[in-house]
């Protein structure tokens, strides 16, 4: 599976920002889908996952009621809605795959998009 991450940018505290995933090369459909971010000198951390169908869906507090996961299963792609964003959010976002594991550990993931600059100034 081949991803790739695309949305990144500056942004202002409080606005909003709109990260897509764009998935070739396997099912998508039968793939897990979630998102994880890294900040300059800290580990990388989970920020959503989604299920295969879309219709589960769960978040990290530090992001819970401001970021939505959603995807399309016809398109191939997956999406991280960021609303309400602070400086803390500002980190490299990446969107992981694995077709069986579901978890919200980064070492689980078998395959990686090359990661997207989210930068909120305060």
């Known amino acids: 599976v081949q991803l790739q991450a695309s949305g990144g940018g500056l942004v202002q505290a409080g606005g909003s920002l709109r990260l897509s995933c764009a998935a070739s090369?396997?099912?998508?459909?039968?793939?897990?889908m979630a998102w994880f971010r890294q900040a300059p000198g800290k580990e990388r951390e989970f920020v959503g996952r989604i299920s295969r169908s879309g219709g589960i869906t769960s978040y990290a507090d530090s992001v819970k009621g401001r970021f939505t996961v959603s995807r399309d299963n016809a398109k191939n792609t997956v999406s991280l809605q960021m609303n309400s964003l602070k400086p803390e959010d500002t980190a490299v976002y990446y969107c992981?795959?694995?077709?069986?594991?579901?978890?919200?550990?980064?070492?689980?993931?078998?395959?990686w998009g090359q990661g997207t600059l989210v930068t909120v100034s305060s």
């Open positions: 090369g396997g099912t998508f459909s039968n793939t897990l």
């Open positions: 992981a795959a694995d077709p069986t594991r579901w978890s919200t550990r980064a070492s689980e993931y078998d395959y």
